[in-house]
C-alpha cells in the first residue's frame, strides 16, 4: 500500500485551448435574465460538488446559478445499499425534477448514477476528475497494514469489503469489515468515537469537503480498484434545453469522459449495479506518448476469498464508441473467468 503524492488515474499536464470561463462572450452579466436552478442533494459533500459547479456555471453563462436542495431515497432510507438496490436511489429524485422543469440541471456523483441513459436528459458535461482512490481514515493514524489483529473497518461498499479482505487474507492481516452507512461526519465519527478501528471513504469526497488531511491513507489502486467513475461529477439537463447542455459542455473534460465511459461499460456488461462488488479504473499508459488507456477490472466475494481481476488497453484519445468498447471486451473476458457467479444478487 502506498499514499503517493498525485492522484492515480489523473490525466498529463496539458494546456486547455479553451478561453478560461468568464472571459468569453458566453461569461458576460446577463442583467436580467433569472437565475439557473442547480438540483443537488442536501449532503454537505453533494452541497459542497454542486457549489463548485455553481460557480463555473455563473462564471460560463454570467447568469446566477441558486441551489435546490432535494432529498432523495437513498438519503432517506436507512438500509444497506446492497439492500434498497443501490442503483440509482441517490438520482431518482433529481431526475424526476428535471424532467419536470423544477430544475434546470443537476450535479450528481457519477458513481451513482444507473449505467442506462435516462429518457429526455442529457450527460451535458463530465468535469476533471478528482483523485479516484478510496482513502482510509483509521484511529492513531494507522495504515492499512497497520492496523492490529481484530480491528474493525467499516465501509457501506461491498466492492470495498471484498477487495480489502482479498488484501488482508495474502498479507496475514486479521480485519473484520463491517457494512456502515450515513455522511462523512457520521463515518469518520465511528473512527473518533471508538466504535470503530478505521472506515474506507472516497478520497474526492473527502478533499471537496476540506477533510483529506484526516485520512492516514489513500489506497493504492493496486489493493482496491475505486467504483466506476468514482472522483468523477456528472452535470446532467434537459435534453430539450440544447441551448444550456451547449454552454455546459464547457465544463467537459474529454479524458474523464472516456475513462469513465469505459468504467461504466465494463459495469453494464456484467449486468451489475453501483452496489455490485465491481471496481474499475481507466487510466493512462504512460509510454512517453500517452497513447493507449488502460483499463482494470476486478470483481470479488466479499469475503475476499475469491476475485477476478483483469485488464485491456484501448486508444487514446478515444472516442465515446471505442470507450464502451474497450469497457465490453474486458467484461466478456472477465464472465469468461467467472465473474457472474461472484457477484451474487444482481442489482441492475
Not at 449532503?43 to 432535494?70: D, F, K, N, P, W
Not at 442503483?87 to 433529481?94: E, H, I, K, M, P
Not at 486479521?174 to 473512527?191: L, S
Not at 491513507?217 to 430539450?240: K, R
Amino acid at each position: 500500500m502506498s499514499n503517493p503524492a498525485g492522484p492515480e488515474g489523473a490525466r498529463p499536464p496539458a494546456a486547455d485551448p479553451r478561453p478560461a470561463p468568464g472571459h468569453s462572450g458566453a461569461g458576460a452579466p446577463a442583467a436580467g435574465r433569472t437565475p439557473l436552478r442547480l438540483g443537488t442533494r442536501r449532503s454537505t459533500l453533494a452541497l459542497a460538488q454542486s457549489g463548485m459547479v455553481a460557480e463555473q456555471v455563473r462564471r460560463l453563462t454570467g447568469r446566477e446559478v441558486e441551489l435546490v436542495e432535494i432529498t432523495t431515497y437513498g438519503d432517506v432510507s436507512k438500509e444497506s445499499l446492497a439492500r434498497i438496490g443501490g442503483t440509482g436511489v441517490f438520482v431518482s429524485a433529481l431526475r424526476d425534477a428535471l424532467l419536470a422543469g423544477d430544475i434546470d440541471f443537476a450535479v450528481h456523483s457519477l458513481k451513482d448514477l444507473p449505467t442506462t441513459p435516462p429518457e429526455g436528459l442529457v450527460m451535458a458535461a463530465i468535469p476533471v476528475r478528482e483523485d479516484p482512490r478510496d482513502a482510509l481514515v483509521a484511529r492513531d493514524g494507522l495504515t492499512f497494514a497497520q492496523l492490529p489483529a481484530g480491528s474493525k473497518v467499516g465501509t457501506g461498499s461491498p466492492r470495498r469489503m471484498a477487495q480489502l479482505n482479498a488484501w488482508a487474507r495474502s498479507h496475514g492481516l486479521d480485519i473484520e469489515t463491517v457494512p456502515i452507512r450515513g455522511n462523512v461526519d457520521t463515518r469518520i465519527g465511528y473512527v473518533t468515537s471508538g466504535k470503530l478501528d478505521a472506515v474506507v471513504l472516497a478520497a474526492a469526497g473527502l478533499n471537496r469537503i476540506g477533510r483529506l488531511a484526516e485520512a492516514s491513507e489513500l489506497i493504492d489502486t493496486d489493493v482496491s480498484l475505486p467504483a466506476p467513475g468514482q472522483g468523477a461529477l456528472a452535470v446532467e439537463c434537459a435534453a430539450s434545453d440544447p441551448e444550456l447542455a451547449a454552454q455546459l459542455a464547457e465544463l467537459d473534460d474529454p479524458f474523464t469522459r472516456a475513462a469513465v465511459t469505459a468504467e461504466r461499460s465494463l459495469l453494464a456488461a456484467l449486468e451489475a449495479g453501483c452496489s455490485a462488488p465491481v471496481g474499475a479504473l481507466a487510466d493512462l499508459v504512460d509510454d512517453g506518448q500517452f497513447t493507449e488507456l488502460r483499463l482494470r477490472g476486478v470483481v470479488g466475494t466479499t469475503d475476499g476469498t475469491t476475485l477476478v481481476q483483469m485488464s485491456t488497453t484501448g486508444p487514446v484519445p478515444a472516442s465515446d464508441d471505442e470507450a464502451r468498447a474497450v469497457g465490453r471486451e474486458l467484461a466478456v473476458a472477465m464472465l469468461a473467468k467467472g465473474a457472474a457467479g461472484l457477484m451474487g444478487e444482481r442489482t441492475s
